[in-house]
């Protein structure tokens, strides 16, 4: 490294302690990059910590000695230019790292100005350093202990000053501003050690610990893992804290809610971790399998993992298994008007369905097949059973595009995880109800065009292609669904509509334009099954 590229400007020595600086870093540069012994090159990280101690401390002890802060606004902008010099080694950050971060941590309580710096140095280490050398350094500094202690005596304080009317505004604003720079501070600490912890994965026995002391705060908070993972105790503390000043926070809210859902996929990874946060994930877990609403509610809260670029895949496979846990469950017998309005919780929907395509190939149709199976809402299952149909097109084209055409007899034939029997096995789910009969017309006339157009795309595409991926074109296929699907549904949507015919109330009108297109789609399966089955042998 050239020393004369990294020295601090020329122009910024007429401050003498800047000129100090300059000489202490100099120095410090000079005998890591020298390849001297370890002792001198400790010494001079030390003397640099503690000429960056005697500027902060006068700042700090006195707030209104203007040329201490002046002072330490100025060491520590040149201290931040020097790290940001591109010609720097690797060698002098990774040296000064182990020590540099808690010294000028202490410059953030001197002014907002300071603690932007100050942040901006930290981020300058965590970029350029090993995220698993930070974890370690910043959990050193002991910000959660010196936290819990600090804000009980803050609120204290301002409850106190406040409740007393000696006090002139402007005190009680410069008193305020100071809170709010403190609160700042945390938030800057909670979310340095979140972002480095979640770039180091979860595989050592450390990170196991940091896990453990997280979840030892959800009890001292009153959260639980399924109020976590629903959004309902992120949504009720966030609006004590935020308030009004959402859209100013979006960014930090997307932070929290990532958080609460890792949360819950610790206690998944570790059952340590669970046992600590005093929560029965088995429990919670049942929970959502027979409670539809919670169960779309936590699907959406899950997407900030998938969403996520910076979290390990691991921790996405560990979601994925969890979205499968709570899918296969069984769902209450007993309707629930609240559940078969799927607006009451679209924004959970929404989300949760824009999880699905962040899902890989092999466990999307096993999720999506779990939640049409476990779904009591028409509208829902319809909605899903179009998106099937739209990854089955998609799965085609790209068949085609590649020209991968796969005989039924291919062991590639396997892996298609939408062109697979499980799609018959949908269609009948609908088409001839567990327990029994055709479905209800014209409630279920949705889901039932859903389900018709569903499997008259993978006869029309299989014949086509001629493939028989979900056994559609065999002949016993072909006659169970001509005979225990489609022709109970034509005589029942007949019935109805000649029930309807000669009436011309409102209900009527209603009832026949909405099995219109049920009986146009169904007669056009109906054709196409019986020219199937003159042909088969």
Not at 138 to 165: D, G, M, N, Y
Not at 197 to 206: L, P, V
């Amino acid at each position: 490294m050239s020393t004369e590229k990294t020295e601090l400007d020329g122009s910024s020595s007429t401050n003498p302690l800047l000129l100090r600086l300059q000489q202490t870093l100099t120095s410090c540069s000079k005998s890591i990059d020298g390849g001297g012994d370890l002792s001198q090159s400790q010494t001079s990280v030390s003397e640099l910590v503690n000429f960056l101690d005697s500027v902060s401390d006068p700042a700090i002890s006195d707030p209104e000695n203007e040329v201490a802060i002046t002072n330490a606004l100025e060491v520590l902008s040149e201290t931040h230019k020097f790290l940001c010099s591109t010609s720097l080694d690797q060698e002098i950050i990774d040296a000064l790292s182990f020590e540099l971060p808690k010294s000028v941590s202490k410059f953030a309580g001197v002014s907002p100005k300071c603690l932007e710096i100050a942040d901006n140095i930290i981020d300058r280490f965590v970029e350029t350093c090993s995220p698993r050398d930070m974890l370690s350094i910043l959990c050193e500094r002991r910000h959660f202990e010196q936290i819990k202690v600090a804000v009980p005596v803050i609120v204290k304080v301002v409850k106190a000053i406040t409740s007393e009317s000696d006090y002139e505004d402007s005190d009680l604003e410069s008193l305020f501003d100071r809170v709010i720079n403190i609160a700042d501070s945390i938030q800057a600490v909670s979310s340095k050690l979140a972002s480095v912890s979640i770039s180091t994965g979860y595989k050592s026995s450390s990170h196991l610990a940091f896990g453990l002391r997280l979840a030892s705060f959800l009890p001292y908070c009153g959260l639980s893992y399924l109020d976590l993972l629903t959004g309902s105790d992120v949504d009720k503390m966030s609006g004590i804290v935020i308030g009004e000043d959402e859209d100013d926070n979006m960014s930090f809210l997307s932070d929290v809610y990532l958080g609460a859902s890792l949360s819950v996929i610790w206690a998944q990874i570790y059952e340590e971790v669970a046992q600590t946060a005093k929560q029965d994930l088995i429990a919670v877990k049942g929970e959502l399998q027979n409670n539809q609403t919670k169960r779309w509610q936590a699907i959406g809260m899950l997407k900030n993992i998938f969403s996520s670029i910076h979290l390990p895949w691991d921790f996405k496979r560990q979601a994925v298994d969890f979205l499968l846990s709570i899918t296969n469950g069984n769902v209450s017998e007993k309707l629930n008007i609240e559940h078969n309005d799927c607006s009451l919780c679209m924004t959970s929907l929404f989300s949760a369905l824009q999880v699905l395509a962040d899902i890989p190939d092999s466990q999307r149709f096993d999720i999506m097949k779990a939640l049409i199976t476990n779904s009591d809402s028409p509208s829902m299952i319809a909605i899903l059973l179009d998106l099937v149909r739209g990854e089955m097109h998609i799965e085609s084209t790209r068949r085609m595009q590649t020209s991968e055409v796969i005989r039924t007899d291919d062991k590639a034939c396997k892996n298609t995880s939408f062109w697979s029997t499980g799609i018959l096995e949908l269609v009948e789910s609908v088409l001839r109800p567990p327990k029994g009969g055709p479905p209800v017309l014209p409630e279920n006339g949705d889901v039932v065009l859903s389900a018709l157009n569903l499997y008259r795309f993978v006869l029309v595409k299989e014949s086509a292609e001629k493939t028989n991926y979900t056994g559609v074109m065999s002949k016993n296929n072909l006659q169970k669904a001509y005979n225990e699907w489609l022709l109970p549904l034509r005589t029942l949507v007949t019935g109805i509509a000649a029930e309807n015919k000669s009436d011309y109330d409102q209900l009527a009108i209603d009832t026949v334009c909405a099995l219109n297109p049920v009986e146009m789609v169904l007669y056009r399966c109906i054709e196409l099954v019986e020219e199937k089955l003159k042909h088969s042998t």
